[in-house]
């Protein structure tokens, strides 16, 4: 799986909205990119994934560059409740059974 | 909404005694997995299973540990003989419903066991 880097944190003012950037310049065709988040130490939380076009659900947004080497997750009004680590993964769906590889990802604080 | 669901919440054992931790994953999910994350470390990859066989499993995976599908519902991780170090939160996940030509589906992961080894 294509390696991503994430800065190590980040923090939002309460009602703004937070872009959470994410490099992954190596990633390859069929690499999909996922987005999760984890709250203190509760299981890893699904939020968005995407593989070229740009995504919409009712959490959040995923902006994928046109070269597809970066993208950005955006929390249109983050709440004081989105404070969490948010992890990026690349990986290929059918391969390597859909694991996926954490790594440190951005601790986001969202403040009042 | 459909979840994963995870006992013991939080289990304490000894040294060298054998563990079991206890998944459901969603129902009509067809691949699992098992993750630990040692405290204030990466969440790490242990083993991913389907159709009841191994898929694939990372070096932390050795001959100590375990999984199986006793049964339509339920998903095991066993750990034979425990040391200090398997000291972690251990996620369960599941992904993949098998619907349509999608192939991208998303894991979703429980809550989590605590496991405390004394």
């Known amino acids: 799986d294509a390696k991503t880097t994430q800065p190590p944190s980040m923090d939002c003012a309460e009602g703004r909205a937070a872009n959470l950037p994410c490099n992954h310049s190596?990633?390859?065709?069929?690499?999909?990119v996922y987005w999760y988040r984890q709250i203190h130490s509760q299981g890893p939380q699904y939020i968005i994934h995407?593989?070229?076009n740009n995504e919409t659900n009712e959490m959040a947004s995923l902006i994928i560059t046109e070269d597809r080497k970066s993208s950005t997750l955006i929390l249109p009004h983050a709440t004081l409740r989105d404070t969490a680590v948010y992890y990026c993964?690349?990986?290929?769906?059918?391969?390597?059974?859909?694991?996926?590889?954490f790594g440190d990802g951005t601790t986001l604080t969202v403040k009042p | 909404e459909p979840e994963v669901t995870q006992t013991p919440s939080h289990q304490v054992t000894q040294m060298g005694q054998e563990v079991i931790l206890r998944c459901v994953p969603i129902?009509?999910?067809?691949?699992f997995y098992w993750y630990r994350q040692i405290l204030g470390q990466k969440v790490e990859f242990l083993v991913s299973?389907?159709?009841?066989?191994?898929?694939?499993k990372s070096e932390i995976f050795d001959d100590q540990f375990s999984v199986e599908r006793p049964d339509g519902s339920n998903f095991t991780l066993k750990i034979r003989s425990t040391k200090l170090e398997d000291s972690a939160m251990y996620f369960c996940?599941?992904?993949?419903?098998?619907?349509?030509?999608?192939?991208?589906?998303?894991?979703?992961f429980g809550p989590g066991t605590r496991l405390t080894v004394t």
């Open positions: 993964i690349v990986r290929a769906p059918n391969t390597n059974a859909g694991k996926s590889t």
């Open positions: 996940a599941s992904s993949d419903p098998g619907w349509g030509q999608r192939h991208d589906y998303e894991q979703y």
């Open positions: 190596t990633i390859s065709g069929n690499e999909y």
């Open positions: 129902s009509n999910h067809l691949y």
């Open positions: 995407g593989l070229k």
């Open positions: 299973f389907y159709n009841n066989e191994i898929s694939e």
